[in-house]
């Protein structure tokens, strides 16, 4: 590992990997450091990506890693990055193992993490018979009887979209309905039944799930839904630095990704409180790459004779 960067990527998937690209492709000295947990892992395969739908997340960072292999000024290290500073040159990071390097600017694309609920069962079936999204993984459980762990106009949202792929809907409410009046009136002229019973488990039973509640009772479904009332944004890093946050916790960017903070840029999950897919990310990564390599051009030109 030289010590000394062009540019530093927090975070090596879509968003990171894809800006790494970008960098290496004007042959920018970049290193990239993953600490191996994109948010897509638990996940057989990913979908509703240009090209590669279907591919197993695994599988589309293996290629983008590959493809970046003719680009020798980049490197890429299994590092966590612990802490992050600006100092008058530009950065510095310092990995958990103690390592440190500068480079001129830094990308993070650090992502976020769900939060699931204390459901037993509930993070072994992530991504697999419990998902989040119906653009990633709707079409697959299309037709198909499926139950919504969801509560209130979270419940509403889904109802509207996921209604669109299927007709057999029960809402699972894991407790008291928040459903207004006028949107449960919906839901029965829709024949959508609401449990609010507490879940006990969920179970992979043949190629379904096994839904159990408090009171002894289950039922048996394709899939389920399920979205994180609360996201946590791996922010850490942006705070350190000074970043503004959204509400939520997104770093805020502007329409090139760079942060509040000059020289720092932000893109993927964790730069907006939006639509989370992995197009939308390679697309950021991209895009706070040539801004950040603009920045970079114009510099060196200036100060070259
Ligand atoms: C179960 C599930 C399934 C999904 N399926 C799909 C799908 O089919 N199609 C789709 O388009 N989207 C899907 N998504 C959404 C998709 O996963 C995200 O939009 C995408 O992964 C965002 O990419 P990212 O690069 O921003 O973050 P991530 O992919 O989450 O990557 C962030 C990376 O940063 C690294 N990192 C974090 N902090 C540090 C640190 N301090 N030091 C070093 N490394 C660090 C992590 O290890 C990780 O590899 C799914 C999401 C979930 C939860």
Redesign the pocket.
């Known amino acids: 590992m030289n010590t000394a960067y062009d540019a530093a990527i927090?975070?090596?998937?879509?968003?990171?990997?894809?800006a790494a690209l970008t960098l290496g492709r004007f042959g920018r000295p970049t290193i990239v450091?993953?600490?191996?947990?994109?948010?897509?892992?638990?996940?057989a395969?990913?979908?509703?990506?240009f090209t590669r739908d279907g591919v197993p997340?695994s599988e589309l960072?293996r290629i983008a890693r590959e493809q970046l292999v003719p680009y020798p000024s980049v490197e890429l290290q299994p590092?966590?990055?612990?802490s992050a500073e600006k100092t008058a040159e530009g950065f510095v990071l310092t990995?958990?193992s103690g390592e440190r390097i500068s480079a001129r600017r830094i990308i993070i694309?650090?992502?976020?993490?769900?939060t699931l609920p204390g459901i037993a069962g509930m993070q072994e079936l992530?991504?697999n018979a419990v998902?989040?999204?119906p653009?990633?993984?709707g079409w697959e459980v299309k037709g198909e009887p499926v139950a919504i762990i969801s509560n209130g106009d979270n419940a509403w949202h889904y109802a509207m979209m996921v209604s669109k792929l299927n007709k057999d809907l029960v809402f699972l409410t894991n407790g008291p309905s928040t459903l207004s009046a006028e949107q449960t009136e919906k839901f029965k002229r829709k024949g959508f039944s609401i449990i609010e019973t507490p879940i006990t488990s969920l179970q992979r039973e043949g190629e379904g799930i096994r839904i159990s509640f408090t009171d002894g009772s289950s039922i048996q479904k394709k899939a389920a839904y399920y979205r994180s009332e609360k996201l946590h944004f791996?922010n850490?890093?942006a705070k350190q630095l000074g970043c503004q946050l959204s509400e939520a916790g997104s770093i805020v960017v502007n329409a090139m990704y760079e942060t509040t903070v000059p020289g720092v840029f932000a893109?993927?999950?964790?730069?907006h409180d939006g639509l989370?897919?992995?197009?939308?990310?390679?697309s950021?990564?991209h895009t706070a790459a040539a801004a950040c390599n603009s920045q970079l051009c114009a510099e060196d030109f200036e100060a070259e004779a």
């Open positions: 927090i975070g090596g998937s879509s968003a990171g990997l894809s450091f993953d600490n191996g947990t994109p948010r897509n892992k638990p996940a395969h990913a979908h509703n990506f997340p960072l590092l966590t990055i612990a990995a958990a694309a650090t992502g976020v993490k769900d992530w991504g998902f989040h999204c653009y990633c993984h791996q850490e890093l893109a993927g999950d964790i730069s989370h897919q992995v197009a939308v990310a390679a950021g990564g």
